[in-house]
Each structure stands twice: as C-alpha cells, then as structure tokens.
C-alpha cells in the first residue's frame, strides 16, 4: 500500500483543523505577515500579499481535504483490488480440488489389470498404465471381448 495515502485520513483532518485553527485565530497571517512588512512599503502589491497571507490557510485547508479525499479514493481501489485478487485466488484454488477429483473419479470409474496383458508386470498401485512397458492397465469392454475370444 502507498505510504503516502495510508494514513492521510487523520494526517488529512489534522491539516484541516489546524489550518482553520490558523486561519479563524490569524495565527499564520500574524506570523508571516511582519516579515514582509519589514521589507515592503505598503502599495498594491503589499495588499495583494496581505490578503494571500490572510487566506493561504484557507488554501492549506482545501488541499488537506483533497488529500483526504484522494486517500480514500486509493484505499477503496486498493482494496477492491485485494478483494479481487482473493477472490481469483479462491476460484484457481477451487478448479485444482476440482481436477484432483476428476481425475480420482476417472481412476475409480474403471478396473484395471493386476498384472500388465502385455509383459506381464504387476500393476504398481494407483497407476493407470504398465510402469514397464506403458500399456494401458484399463479393462475396457473390448479388451474383455479379446479375452474372451482368446479362451
Ligand atoms: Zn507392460
């Protein structure tokens, strides 16, 4: 998660309050505002200074609660995105246990020789064809038939 979103909640209201604390007490405008009457005789762009001073904390205010709201903004997707990444996590997780179980089904849907019809090798358990020569180990109803055509 983005540092610079995951605590602008209470990072976000804090600026705001403190801003408008400095704003309604004119805390700010009467800190900054000697350091330019020292240097500057009052004309027209003193007054534009004056009244950018008197409402920069209003400014600072507005962009805290942007920031606020961005943050929220993130965090929703970033969750939405989580949750979704879960939840395709949950589905391919579900799909393996669902083709392990298919495949034991298939396993057990058939009967299989104890001994391969081809070499003669034993049947290794749970295996489907001759561990030796890879013949299928499945009695299929025609290898019966063959059998059968045999005696
Ligand atoms: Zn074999």
Redesign the pocket.
Known sequence: MNKFFKFSLPIGIAGIVLSLILYATNGFYELVIPLFEKTMDDGPAFTVIDNLVYYLPLFFAALFLAYVIAGQIYMKKYHEKEEAAKTGKTIEKNEAIKKELDEKAEYYRHKYYTN?P????VRVENTTA?S????SLIITKSSEEGKAEVK
Not at 118 to 121: E, R, V, Y
Not at 132 to 135: A, I, S, V
Request: one cysteine or more; a positive charge; proline letters at 0%.
């Open positions: 391969c081809k070499c003669g090798a001759c030796f020569c890879g013949t």
